[in-house]
């Protein structure tokens, strides 16, 4: 019989023997913080309704583009893996056929960072004792089905197993945040916080563009049919956010372009979009104009601009036809930040009211724009390694890159950006153990003391994400 499937106590720390030491010691400092996750994507319905995650299907593969988009590479089909149907192929709705050929594809994980959350979800939190395969997938699923069908594996029950001190959900700006309200009046509105998400509205060229901003404007109370009621509704929108407390507004456009229109331009640009004549060029110089808006808003009410540009959403169309946006065919391109930012820095970045902070997958530009923009505006903080780039040689380089002109101070510490539940323990894991290992080397180089470098740490995995995405002044 082979030895049970067990995770080595130093994954992930550095290999060499001199700095391994010092590692532990820094990782043993943190480990049991309590978890704050300030971004990411799972459904805040879950926390309303607090209902189970019914299989191991849909709890760790069906919503998981990281693991989703692997398997397709490999030959499989976003239907066979329960994501829809096409015209020439039914949905998977068996979820032990989704399974089995999850575990069949386990190779494949082989080297990226969906095997370490992965390994790390069904030994921690599951208890599995055996590898992923074709061989073992049906004990594994009875295993897991077993530990979701338990009562306090809930998400809210969660929160607490997990220690997760506060999460943050991503919500589209016309909401009404009424399941936040349920939340909240069950006692968890301190723990589970709305984050305004208005990119729909801002893009002008989409086809659902008007149909989404009659939507805002149901939500705000306001009749939208000038581009000034548009701004209004979004105010509107974004002070029920804050009331509800909210921290955050997010921005996944493709570019980082925030150059403002004049007042006229906009009102032109914006009323050719209602008419449907907008041409690709207005509709994109009006996204970054309303990205100067957003800026101006967020000086105004405190809540903290993200912006998650450079990536090419729904790069293949078929899926995009079949199964509609943001199903994992989505592909990284460079981005410029220097000059594109330059509008929101010269306006806010010495603003006491303005805080930003910018991610990218586009590593080249971490060293070059993000980290000397980061280690001069007090504004701007440098976001943690997303997407692409949080795996754990991405994220030493990373730290590698950055922090000599970013310095630790201007970071937002680790943000998980996830839908994927049960990963944010593990996704936290890593990035605490991956920044014990770049510490203790500066330790062990005699660039930081001991005591420094647990600091360091310690801010890195729960002060500075308090500190990005303190709550709004009043």
């Not at 997990?162 to 723990?191: C, M, N, Q």
């Amino acid at each position: 019989m082979s030895e049970p499937w067990t995770l080595h106590p130093d994954r992930a720390l550095p290999a060499d023997p001199a700095t391994r030491p010092v590692a532990r010691e820094i990782y043993a400092a943190v480990r049991a913080l309590p978890l704050v996750s300030m971004h990411g994507h799972v459904p805040v319905e879950w926390f309303a309704d607090d209902a189970s995650f019914g299989d191991p299907a849909q709890l760790l593969v069906v919503p998981d583009h990281y693991l989703t988009r692997m398997l397709v590479s490999q030959g499989e089909t976003l239907p066979r893996l329960g994501i829809g149907s096409t015209p020439g192929e039914d949905v998977e709705t068996d979820p032990r056929a989704i399974w089995r050929r999850f575990c069949a594809g386990w190779k494949h994980f082989r080297g990226t960072p969906t095997r370490y959350w992965l390994e790390h979800e069904l030994v921690e939190i599951f208890g599995v004792t055996q590898r992923p395969s074709a061989g073992t997938a049906d004990a594994l699923y009875d295993q897991v089905a077993a530990r979701i069908a338990e009562p306090d594996f809930r998400p809210r029950a969660l929160l607490d197993s997990f220690g997760i001190e506060v999460i943050a959900t991503t919500d589209p700006a016309w909401s009404t945040l009424e399941e936040h309200a349920k939340v909240a009046a069950d006692g968890y509105g301190e723990r589970v916080l709305p984050t305004f998400r208005p990119d729909p509205l801002l893009h002008v060229d989409r086809p659902t563009w008007r149909d989404d901003v009659a939507r805002l404007g149901t939500a705000a109370g306001v009749e939208v049919a000038s581009y000034a009621t548009y701004l209004d509704a979004l105010r509107a929108q974004r002070a029920r956010f804050v009331a509800a407390g909210a921290r955050a507004t997010d921005h996944g456009h493709l570019h980082a372009d925030t150059t403002p229109l004049a007042d006229a331009e906009a009102r032109r640009v914006f009323d050719a979009a209602l008419a449907g004549t907008v041409t690709a060029a207005e509709a994109r110089a009006f996204s970054g104009h309303m990205l100067f808006q957003m800026a101006a808003m967020s000086a105004e009410d405190g809540l903290v601009m993200q912006l998650h540009p450079g990536v090419l959403r729904d790069h293949a169309s078929a899926p995009l036809a079949a199964f509609g946006s943001d199903r994992g065919y989505d592909i990284p391109v460079v981005t410029e930040f220097t000059r594109a930012l330059r509008p929101v820095l010269d306006a806010f970045g010495h603003h006491p009211g303005f805080r930003m902070i910018a991610f990218t997958v586009d590593e080249d530009v971490y060293s070059r724009e993000l980290a000397p923009l980061a280690g001069v505006y007090p504004a701007l903080r440098l976001g943690a390694p997303w997407w692409f780039l949080d795996a754990p040689d991405a994220m030493r380089r990373f730290r590698e890159g950055a922090t000599e002109t970013a310095g630790f101070s201007n970071m937002s510490g680790f943000v998980d950006d996830t839908r994927a539940y049960c990963s944010i323990p593990a996704r936290h894991d890593l990035a605490r153990r991956v920044d014990a290992g770049y510490l203790a080397r500066l330790v062990v180089e005699h660039r930081l003391d001991l005591d420094e470098a647990v600091e360091v740490a310690i801010d890195l995995a729960y002060r500075l994400p308090q500190t990005a995405y303190a709550r709004p002044r009043p």
